[in-house]
Nanobody
Framework: QVQLVESGGGLVQPGGSLRLSCAAS????????GGWYRQAPGKQRELVAT???????NYADSVKGRFTISRDNAKNTVYLQMNSQKPEDTAVYYC???????????????????WGQGTLVTVSS
């Protein structure tokens, strides 16, 4: 069974920085693609950033230039570096990863979409 364990959330002042980590554990061969989403109180979950297996990235307009998504394939981990944070960045942040469970799955491009449990980020003075 594959699990995504998120860490790095917390309280930060406006203009500050946090780095979120999302580590895949359990029976996994590799991560195909990863992404971060967020859900603010009373709002729908929205895309923040994604990264492909080739390292191509995509960002929501609201975070472009401030957030950076990256990955460490050796550690099966996806990161989100958040700089110049604003109060409107306050939300529960969720990691999602498309995971190959075995080498055969990788060759056949068969993957399992897994979500993390979420980590709260609060931007406030």
């Amino acid at each position: 069974q594959v699990q995504l364990v998120e860490s790095g959330g917390g309280l930060v002042q406006p203009g500050g920085s946090l780095r979120l980590s999302c580590a895949a554990s359990g029976r996994i061969f590799s991560i195909k693609a990863g992404g971060w989403y967020r859900q603010a109180p009373g709002k729908q979950r929205e895309l923040v950033a994604t990264i492909t297996s080739e390292g191509r990235t995509n960002y929501a307009d609201s975070v472009k230039g401030r957030f950076t998504i990256s990955r460490d394939n050796a550690k099966n981990t996806v990161y989100l570096q958040m700089n110049s944070q604003k109060p409107e960045d306050t939300a529960v942040y969720y990691c999602k990863a498309d995971c190959y469970l075995t080498y055969a799955d990788y060759v056949g491009d068969r993957y399992l979409a897994v979500w993390g449990q979420g980590t709260l980020v609060t931007v406030s003075s």
